[in-house]
């Protein structure tokens, strides 16, 4: 049993408005959503949050801050929606989506800005902060703008792992699995104990 019911249809126009903008065509909402959606006060701020628009890093870039982020806290819930829905037009191979949800990060997976992000997205979710080092390896690679994005990027799927965990989400159906991820990337280790919190 959900612990909050999510919306069933049908929406009212507006909310259906905003599914058919970020869902594809003729898919049903994502649970998330349609949970998220049942106070209009939070739905309007959730999907304001605005950063999933590749203005200011790749997308590839982007899908590893969040599944690495998603992976840390535990939350196949979006790390399986974001596999599923951007692991392959980011260019992710087998053993990549598996380092985003092994313990160490497989740190030699990943080129060198690649690295920074990783360490970044570990950081953040043991430390809350970066030490002098690990900033330094962001700003090697990365403008303000966008050391500003990726800081913010880890942040709200922090955000969205406490909503999917809290709320004890059901797994979309057809979304990745941790499980599945480590066996075909040829990673030993299940994510289970990936988080460092």
């Known amino acids: 049993m959900p612990r909050i019911a999510p919306l069933e249809p049908p929406y009212r126009d507006e909310l259906q ?7 594809p065509k003729g898919a049903p909402p994502l649970v998330l959503f349609r949970t998220v959606a049942a106070s ?7 999907r304001t949050a605005s950063l999933l628009d590749g203005r200011l890093i790749s997308l590839r870039e982007r899908e590893i801050v969040i599944d690495r982020t998603c992976a840390l806290a535990g939350c196949e ?5 974001h596999i599923t829905a951007f692991a392959k037009a980011a260019g992710l191979t087998a053993q990549e989506v598996a380092a985003t949800c092994s313990p160490s990060g497989a740190a030699e997976t ?3 800005a690649e690295r920074a ?12 902060r970066l030490t002098d080092a690990e900033f330094t390896a962001l700003r090697a ?6 050391i500003l994005e990726i800081i913010m990027l880890c942040g709200f799927y922090r955000m969205v792992a406490y909503l999917a965990n809290g709320l004890d989400l059901p797994l979309e159906p057809g979304g990745a699995r941790f499980e599945e991820a480590q066996r075909d990337g040829g990673l030993a280790r299940a994510p289970q104990a990936v988080s460092q919190a």
């Open 17 to 23: 408005a905003h599914f058919d903008q970020i869902m």
């Open 40 to 46: 209009q006060r939070a739905w309007g701020k959730f």
């Open 77 to 81: 819930y979006e790390w399986g929606v």
């Open 110 to 112: 990943w080129n060198a």
């Open 117 to 128: 992000l990783i360490a970044a997205a570990d950081a953040l979710h043991a430390r809350v």
């Open 141 to 146: 690679w990365y403008d303000t703008a966008q």
